[in-house]
C-alpha cells in the first residue's frame, strides 16, 4: 500500500527514516521467526552507555500460546487495532548497570538507550517491508507482573509489527488518521547553546 508523504525533510535524511511512520492497519499475515530474529538482531545493535545493552524484547506471534496473554495488557483501545498485527513486543529496560568489574548502580540511561534499540528495530522492519507501532497505552503494572518482569527493570513500551493493509480495515474513527503524521520543523528541536 503506497502512502503519500506529507513530511518535508532535509534532502540528505534517508528515505527509510523519511518513510517510518506507525500504521494501525495490519493484515494479520504471519512472520517467519527468522523475520523477527533479524529485526531484534539490529534492535540489538543499538548504542548504549557502556555497551550495557539494557534492553531485552518479549514477543508473541499473533496466534500462538502467548498472543492472547501478551495482546490482553493492551489498552482496549489499541487491542482493538492491534490484534491483526503479525507480532506483538514489549520492550523491558534493566535499570542497574549491571558493567563487568564494576559494582552494580542505577542506570541513568536506561530507557533512553531501549528506545535507541526500538528505533532500530522500527528501520530494520522498515527494510524488510514491515511496519511497526509503538505503544505505551498499556496496564503496565499488570504487564511487569504478568511477564515476569524483575523489580529492577521498567516495562518501557509494546510494539506491534506487521504487513501494513488498507485502512479500510480500521473501524471508523481511526480511517481518517492512517497517514503519515508531520513533524515539527527542525528549527523547532534544535537550541545552540541552551534550551
Not at 503479525?86 to 528506545?115: C, M, N, Q, W
Given at each position: 500500500?503506497?502512502?503519500?508523504?506529507?513530511?518535508?525533510?532535509?534532502?540528505?535524511?534517508?528515505?527509510?527514516?523519511?518513510?517510518?511512520?506507525?500504521?494501525?492497519?495490519?493484515?494479520?499475515?504471519?512472520?517467519?521467526?527468522?523475520?523477527?530474529?533479524?529485526?531484534?538482531?539490529?534492535?540489538?545493535?543499538?548504542p548504549s552507555a557502556s555497551n550495557i545493552q539494557p534492553w531485552t524484547f518479549i514477543y508473541a506471534h499473533n496466534g500462538d500460546e502467548n498472543w492472547d496473554r501478551l495482546m490482553g495488557l493492551l489498552v482496549e483501545f489499541n487491542q482493538g487495532?492491534?490484534?491483526?498485527?503479525?507480532?506483538?513486543?514489549?520492550?523491558?529496560?534493566?535499570?542497574?548497570?549491571?558493567?563487568?568489574?564494576?559494582?552494580?548502580?542505577?542506570?541513568?540511561?536506561?530507557?533512553?538507550?531501549?528506545?535507541a534499540a526500538w528505533a532500530m528495530l522500527?528501520?530494520?522492519?522498515?527494510?524488510?517491508?514491515?511496519?511497526?507501532?509503538?505503544?505505551?497505552?498499556?496496564?503496565?503494572?499488570?504487564?511487569?507482573?504478568?511477564?515476569?518482569?524483575?523489580?529492577?527493570h521498567r516495562v518501557e513500551a509494546a510494539i506491534a509489527i506487521g504487513k501494513i493493509a488498507p485502512a479500510e480495515r480500521l473501524p471508523d474513527g481511526l480511517r481518517e488518521a492512517e497517514m503519515i503524521s508531520g513533524r515539527k520543523p527542525v528549527s523547532e528541536i534544535m537550541k545552540a547553546g541552551r534550551f
Open positions: 500500500m503506497s502512502v503519500p508523504s506529507h513530511r518535508t525533510v532535509h534532502p540528505a535524511v534517508h528515505p527509510l527514516i523519511t518513510g517510518r511512520w506507525s500504521p494501525r492497519s495490519f493484515d494479520g499475515s504471519a512472520m517467519p521467526q527468522e523475520d523477527l530474529e533479524a529485526i531484534c538482531t539490529a534492535a540489538g545493535l543499538a487495532w492491534a490484534k491483526d498485527a503479525s507480532v506483538l513486543i514489549f520492550a523491558i529496560s534493566d535499570t542497574v548497570s549491571r558493567k563487568e568489574g564494576y559494582d552494580p548502580r542505577p542506570s541513568h540511561s536506561h530507557s533512553f538507550d531501549t528506545g522500527a528501520l530494520q522492519a522498515q527494510h524488510m517491508g514491515y511496519h511497526t507501532h509503538g505503544m505505551t497505552g498499556v496496564d503496565f503494572d499488570r504487564a511487569a507482573k504478568e511477564l515476569g518482569v524483575p523489580d529492577d
